[in-house]
């Protein structure tokens, strides 16, 4: 795991803690202080890697995408702290 993936992750969590939902690309972009593209290609990386998954939402344009930790994003994430 790079330092980027591990900073993306953890980032990604914090925000799903803090408001009991998955964060949008804004608000995610806006907690690592880069734009929203950088942000999204971050996410899809991590995506990539299996450690989140992509679900539709239902009927809300702010919501396009909705992004889960997936049990091997998890995993990776404990393995980052350690």
């Known amino acids: 795991m790079t ?8 980032a990604f969590h914090r925000l799903t803690e803090l408001n009991s939902m998955p ?3 804004r608000e995610f972009a806006r907690e690592l202080g880069i734009t929203s593209t ?6 899809l990386r991590l995506e990539q890697r ?4 992509r ?6 344009v702010n919501y396009d995408r909705v992004y889960l930790i997936t049990p091997e994003g998890r995993k990776a994430l404990e393995g980052a702290k350690a």
Do not use: I, M, Q
């Open 3 to 10: 330092e980027t993936d591990r900073t993306s992750l953890g």
């Open 23 to 25: 964060p949008t690309v």
């Open 38 to 43: 950088p942000a999204f290609e971050r996410l």
């Open 50 to 53: 299996g450690w989140l998954s």
């Open 55 to 60: 679900r539709p939402s239902h009927g809300t």
